[in-house]
């Protein structure tokens, strides 16, 4: 009866047929004799025909971005162009920080998604646009901006008497609110003393508005000298846009494996801290069983 | 003398899974254990402590989707054959284990399960709302709603949307328990700015945000954590607390995890004898958990090397944990009360299920705690949201920082690699819904029906489980079905009714098999 067939309880045992026997090797390589039938649910489409962009802040140092345009949107926009024009007009991604103006251009297919790095607490604005080195930027789909969490404790305080907090006090309340961290802040100083020196130094070409060497970027963490390396045949300006958006991430991770903080007087800048109490969310159970979905957690970090 | 407040909430959530279609099916078996570990474990220690005089109060959220599984008729009736099997098995087991060091386990194990089939059956007549529902009308229980299906409201693609999952949810609650609710907890306490408006326009007070929402919020909150904030709309937001979080929480040093109490990971539909076991099983006789754990957790050992379970040991415990809980409130508030300037508000959520399904004495846990609380000292006086906003009108207006509860505080737990596929047909299905509903913005009949249905499928797809268990890698196969089923059953509703061919015996069936929310009406969508 079909009522009582559910293929999560059930194994399919269909005899294997008679194989040749280098069949049967490749066989025994590529599939299982038993197949465990899987429910992978009913179909959806693929794509929806239909030009669209959206952005999604997944944290504060973190943007996905997915889009999809019809191959006759480029085509009837380059139309308008002589040929020899169009012919210079490829896709791009433009991802705007509308604080101070930043402008970053990558170059994309019609069809797919994109995860930006970027900075806590500004706002974003992404589009998708066709760009040529002669005529310029044309945009074409605009997604709503996105604006990143702040990462880090508000420098505002109240103009209420009765609601200001500030120095040794606000220190003592994010101590009693759980951020042990913060209670043993490091000034800059001490951040730079502890991250690998190449590091430091790019640090502070950077922050002196220089431009880097080859042999500063090869002196990086591999993970970063990759990217950048690949961003420098594309050109200097998307290497120093790539060098600042990666930077905070870098730090983060580099500063996190002795103290989830750092900061100075004036201009605090506390690093996201890790919530790994108190959540059912990130609450690390054993993971031997299925457990409630509503409490299961798992390698999350 | 009074030194400050406590709240204690509890989150209790499941995803809707209901299938019709089959016999018995695995992940139903969520609900039936958390219906005999959790929500009937909670209804007798809080009926108990109302029949004795004791005064408390305490915040729970029941969740929309939650509520719909305990009032439906189909999966009651499941239940009731499953706690009848149990009550069988235990039966089994007091004589199996005659003379042995399980015996007075295997005693409690049957007490529990023939109490909680009692209950089930004769007390609430198989609706366990009616119970919740009574704790609240009795001023015991402060129950507060959540989203129609737990959906991540930040991801969602705009405020329609956003507005139709809290509407829902709302209007649901009203269904349920006779009452709107004055308070919400945002689905994985997912927060941004922008979403105290629509909790405004529900006419709701409160919602919860965990600790980083208020701390990096701005401007800085004088009274950090300890105190609300009230949102440019009005609405006050509460933050948890990670001291109280971290001592039920914590992996470490987290009262669950003492060797007195019972261990979660050995069950005897893992340990007991294949063939002794198989009736209880499921027809496929696959090993699974059945609820019946005669291990305590006995230090960092494997799980062959666990010692029997004391429940008298475990007793002993409770009281130790509750004595230390209360003595570290005590420290905190007074504490606090000097630091802020005002009486405290402690805010300790946690998920409901932790109580009694993982942490098996977390009930009687409560129990002991809320009687200490009761009889042994007036410092600590358990509140709830609500009571807090009417003793303390004023407080500092602050816009909080988006966060949520997840790891690392943010969105990354629902948004990765392994989830990001989800988002385009999401989007795409909540775009195409509100379409619909403003092309037929009066239906009646069929196609009232047919957007009903479609409105149905979009908020089950938006549950916020299904890209969390992919991420957690645990029955990741389910998930990703139960997401593609949605948006299929979406797709060919909008496809129809499009079309005006819309296929009624097609649209009865997926009725019966989604049939959460029955009140829904799809003019939501409208605004």
């Known amino acids: 009866m079909v009522t009582s067939y559910n293929p999560y309880l059930t194994h399919t045992t269909e005899p294997i047929a008679e194989v040749h026997i280098t069949e049967l090797i490749d066989e025994k390589i590529t599939k299982p004799s038993q197949e465990i039938f899987i429910d992978k649910g009913l179909d959806i489409p693929e794509t929806y025909d239909i030009d669209t962009i959206r952005a999604m802040v997944q944290d504060p140092f973190h943007i996905w971005v997915y889009w999809n345009v019809r191959p006759e949107v480029f085509d009837n926009l380059k139309a308008i162009f002589p040929t020899t024009i169009a012919a210079t ?43 040529s080195d002669e005529r310029g930027y044309i945009r074409i789909l605009e997604a709503d901006e996105v604006v990143t969490p702040r990462g880090t404790i508000s420098r505002n305080v109240d103009p209420e008497p009765e609601y200001r907090i500030v120095g040794k006090e606000f220190v003592e ?10 209670a043993g802040v490091i000034g800059p100083d001490r951040a730079m003393e502890n991250l690998p020196e190449d590091v430091s130094e790019v640090i502070s070409v950077v922050s002196a508005g220089e431009e880097l060497n080859n042999d500063q970027i090869d ?78 957690t798992g390698a999350l970090n | 003398m009074e030194q400050g407040y406590l709240a204690l909430i509890l989150h209790a959530h499941l995803p809707f899974v209901r299938h019709p279609e089959f016999p018995e099916f695995l992940e139903e078996d969520w609900l039936y254990e958390a219906i005999t570990e959790t929500y009937i474990p909670l209804l007798f220690v809080f009926e108990n402590l109302l029949a004795a005089g004791i005064k408390f109060r305490v915040t ?49 194990h049957h007490e529990h399960f023939v109490a909680a089939q009692q209950l089930f059956e004769e007390k609430y007549q198989r609706n366990l709302l009616s119970g919740f529902k009574s704790l609240q009308d009795a001023g015991v229980l402060e129950i507060i709603t959540c989203a129609a299906t737990h959906g991540f409201l930040p991801l969602m693609s705009n405020d329609t949307v956003k507005r139709a999952q809290i509407q829902i949810g709302c209007q649901n609650y009203a269904k349920h328990f006779g009452r709107w609710p004055k308070g919400i ?28 929402s208020i701390m990096f919020g701005d401007p800085r909150p004088r009274r950090g954590i300890f105190a609300p904030v009230l949102t440019p709309s009005g609405v006050a937001a509460f933050a948890r607390d990670v001291e109280t979080s971290e001592q039920v929480w914590s992996a470490t040093v987290g009262y669950p995890g ?52 004391i429940p008298d040991l475990a007793t002993q415990t409770i009281i130790d944990h509750a004595n230390h809980f209360i003595v570290s409130r005590l420290e905190q508030m007074r504490q606090l009360n000097k630091m802020i300037g005002r009486k405290p508000i402690v805010v300790s959520p946690y998920d409901a299920e932790l109580f009694g399904h993982w942490w098996f004495e977390g009930p009687q846990f409560l129990n002991v705690l809320i009687k200490k609380l009761h009889y042994e000292q007036n410092e600590i006086t358990l509140i709830t949201p609500s009571d807090y906003l009417a003793v303390f009108t004023d407080n500092q207006t602050q816009v909080p920082s988006a966060s ?53 499928e979009l908020v089950l797809a938006q549950s916020s489980d299904w890209a969390f268990i992919i991420t957690t890698g645990t029955m990741v196969p389910y998930a990703i079905k139960r997401f593609k089923d949605h948006i ?38 409208q605004r």
């Open chain 1, 89 to 131: 007009f490829f896709p791009v991604l433009k991802l705007t920080e509308l604080t101070y103006g930043d402008v970053t251009f990558i170059k994309i297919v019609e069809s797919g998604d994109y995860w930006l790095s970027v900075f806590p607490d500004r706002k974003y604005r992404v589009e998708v646009g066709l760009y």
């Open chain 1, 173 to 182: 309340s994010l101590q009693a609110s759980g951020f042990a961290s913060f």
């Open chain 1, 219 to 296: 002196n990086l963490p591999p993970k970063i000298r990759a990217l950048l390396k690949e961003m420098q045949l594309e050109g200097e300006e998307l290497t120093w846009l790539s060098l600042l958006h990666l930077l905070p991430e870098y730090l983060r991770e580099t500063i996190g494996q002795f103290d989830e903080t750092f900061d100075d007087a004036l201009h605090p800048h506390h690093l996201s801290p890790r919530f790994m109490v108190g959540s059912s969310k990130s609450r690390p159970y054993p993971k031997r069983k299925p457990w409630m979905p509503s409490m299961t």
């Open chain 2, 60 to 108: 729970m959220t029941l969740t929309p989707s939650l509520c719909e599984m305990l009032a439906d008729p189909l999966l009651q009736s499941r239940y009731s054959a499953r706690i009848a099997n149990l009550v069988k098995l235990t039966s089994s087991e007091i004589v199996r284990t005659k003379d042995t060091p399980f015996a007075d386990s295997a005693k409690l």
């Open chain 2, 185 to 212: 907890w945002l689905p994985e306490c997912a927060y941004q700015p922008g979403i105290e408006k629509l909790l405004t326009e529900a006419g709701l007070k409160f919602f919860i945000v965990d600790s980083h």
């Open chain 2, 258 to 309: 003492h060797p007195n109490y019972r261990e979660f990971y050995r069950d005897i539909g893992w340990d007991a004898e294949e063939e002794y076991i198989k009736p209880f099983l499921h027809s496929d006789g696959k090993r699974r958990n059945l609820g019946i754990k005669y291990f305590r957790v006995t230090g960092k050992v494997d799980l062959h090397e666990k010692e029997p379970y």
């Open chain 2, 404 to 456: 949520t509860w997840g790891a690392e505080g943010y969105n990354r737990v629902w948004i990765n690699n392994s989830t990001n596929w989800i988002y385009p047909h999401q989007h795409m299905a909540e775009r195409r819904m509100i379409e619909l509903a403003r092309r037929y913005p009066n239906a009646s009949g069929l196609l009232a029906r047919a957007l009903n249905q479609a409105a149905r």
């Open chain 2, 488 to 525: 299929h059953r979406f797709t060919r509703l909008y496809d129809d009714i499009r079309a005006n061919k819309i296929d009624e015996g097609w649209l009865a069936d997926v009725e019966s098999k989604d049939n959460a929310f029955g009140e829904i009406n799809y003019q939501i969508y």
